[in-house]
């Protein structure tokens, strides 16, 4: 059964509070009969007659039947209303977007309230060409939903408009995106729109945020796109984080359905020889759970903590090594383990094996000399296992942090809190961290399909939960910093985000890190 808290949000009433290179809204009807109703209703309604009055200038006017081919694309996709529908009928009128060729405008008309859009071309003459393209992977590609509605200018008009097409194909999980494309009629130069839609399931930053990241999740793999292994899991904690947070539950689907299309891949439960990988699924289950409560996800969580248990070696004096097959011990593959170890501990009534393990990595985290002596974790030790002075990348700062929440949790010892703040005092206060008290990432680069790309993301996770933790909420204020950067420097009118916080605003072609970062910030920001 549907619930409600599972159906496409139109609007949230929340208010916003304010690497290493490792391995190189309104509710759908969801009713069968309604659908179809819908549809039967639109395919059986009349043309516009042929002699519908003329758009003027700065104005545009409907469709005319047999004006201009629409091209072959996707079947007809209905949601409250379906495909091909009179503008002249739409509920509202919003333009997130618009550009500009040859002396003509070119807009993206939204109906937000029908979940729908058109495209509008103004101050030209007949002949004068305007479609819409419709993505399902954030305007990545667009091939199969290309010119939607394609029309022209009709004699005696200067403007001209298509039909309204669906944004989202929710009957298939599909979050959707368009923008509005158009030449004139004796030019070759075609220009398009940014990408925009309309505002379902995107009531508060972090709800678009969330809706911004699941354009990237790949419906056929259950994994987010470039199908990043260890992103993934990490995308899909923040999506997760965000139905708890937010109380938006549209995209609970994709848990259920990113565990059955991969719990039998790599070697199975999640796991695989990278041990850190095994801890960050193993803390998407954790997240799951709470969520849903359905005790799968929890015994695959306690899969992976037995797994990376198995590669606890006496090298270095304790830890878990990074990889099945190499010895390395570093930081985020121990601050991980003792993070799942007492999440498992504070989630299995009677438990003592898990909290032991927990508290024995922290010990010997604590004590493995990673953490520098101005409070910031490097990557790792050395083969004389000593720190070895690899960079402070920004997840060994922020992991630690939920892990220390967790395991104060499961042991009440105060301790563990005062050296959490300490740490977190560190990092939110570093310049080198946060130049011109904006957080970025060591080296960070220009692209989003990086392990880097993700790392930021972590680092907000580990010190919202730290900061939701303590009464006083101390780095609420550094949370909403970064948000706000983020949120007026970084976005565009999809509400996807780049790589740099501080700006300026840099949109690669591929990965999904930069997104799930923000996600991870906005969510922190909106808990504390």
Not at 64 to 81: F, M, P, Q
Not at 367 to 381: K, T, Y
Request: negative net charge; charged residues 20%; contains cysteine.
């Amino acid at each position: 059964m549907t619930t409600l808290s599972e159906t496409p949000s139109h609007r949230t009433h929340r208010r916003f509070r304010r690497h290493p290179g490792r391995r190189s809204g309104r509710p759908a009807l969801g009713l069968a009969a309604a659908l179809a109703a819908a549809c039967l209703a639109v395919s059986l309604a009349p043309a516009p007659p042929a002699d519908a009055a003329p758009a003027g200038a700065g104005a545009v006017g409907p469709v005319v039947a047999g004006t201009g081919t629409r091209a072959a694309a996707l079947a007809e996709i209905c949601d409250i209303y379906c495909d091909a529908r009179d503008p002249g009928a739409a509920a509202g009128d919003r333009v997130p977007v618009s550009t500009t060729v040859h002396g003509r405008t070119i807009r993206l008309h939204v109906s937000d309230p029908d979940v729908m859009g058109w495209g509008s071309i103004e101050g030209g003459q007949p002949g004068d060409e305007v479609w819409l393209d419709r993505s399902f992977d954030g305007g990545r590609t667009w091939a199969s939903g290309s010119r939607l509605g394609a029309t022209t200018t009709p004699a005696g008009s200067t403007g001209w408009r298509t039909q309204m097409y669906n944004v989202d194909d929710w009957n298939n999980t599909g979050v959707g995106a368009l923008r509005a494309c158009g030449k004139a009629g004796d030019r070759a130069e075609i220009a398009c729109t940014g990408w925009a839609r309309n505002d379902r399931n995107a009531g508060s930053r972090s709800t678009a945020a969330a809706t911004a990241l699941m354009m990237l999740w790949d419906r056929d793999t259950g994994l987010f796109e470039t199908n990043g292994w260890w992103t993934g899991a990490n995308a899909l904690t923040a999506v997760i984080d965000n139905a708890r947070i937010s109380g938006m539950g549209s995209y609970r689907y994709a848990i259920a359905q990113t565990y059955d299309k991969n719990v039998s891949s790599r070697d199975g439960q999640f796991r695989n020889e990278y041990l850190d990988d095994t801890g960050w699924w193993g803390l998407a289950w954790v997240a799951a759970y709470d969520l849903t409560g359905d005790s799968r996800y929890l015994s695959t969580a306690r899969a992976d903590a037995d797994h990376m248990r198995a590669y606890w070696t006496s090298k270095c004096g304790g830890g878990v090594q990074w990889n099945t097959g190499i010895a390395y011990k570093n930081a985020i593959t121990n601050e991980l383990y003792v993070q799942l170890n007492a999440a498992l501990h504070n989630r299995i009534p009677g438990d003592t094996t898990y909290r032991q393990r927990a508290q024995e990595g922290w010990e010997w985290f604590r004590d493995s000399g990673m953490i520098g002596s101005g409070n910031l974790v490097n990557d790792g030790l050395n083969d004389s296992c000593a720190n070895n002075g690899q960079p402070t990348w920004t997840y060994n700062q922020g992991v630690i942090l939920g892990a220390l929440a967790e395991l104060h949790r499961a042991t009440g010892d105060a301790a563990l809190l005062e050296t959490a703040r300490d740490l977190a005092d560190a990092s939110t206060g570093s310049s080198y961290l946060n130049p011109g008290g904006i957080l970025r990432e060591v080296n960070e680069g220009d692209d989003c399909n990086s392990d880097g790309a993700s790392f930021k993301g972590a680092y907000v996770r580990g010190l919202g939960k730290l900061n939701a933790y303590l009464a006083d909420r101390p780095y609420s204020a550094y949370l909403d910093r970064q948000a706000d950067a983020a949120y007026g420097n970084d976005r565009d009118s999809l509400g996807m985000y780049g790589p740099h916080w501080a700006g300026p605003l840099v949109r690669p072609a591929t990965g999904h890190g930069c997104q799930q970062g923000a996600l991870d910030l906005m969510n922190a920001a909106e808990a504390g």
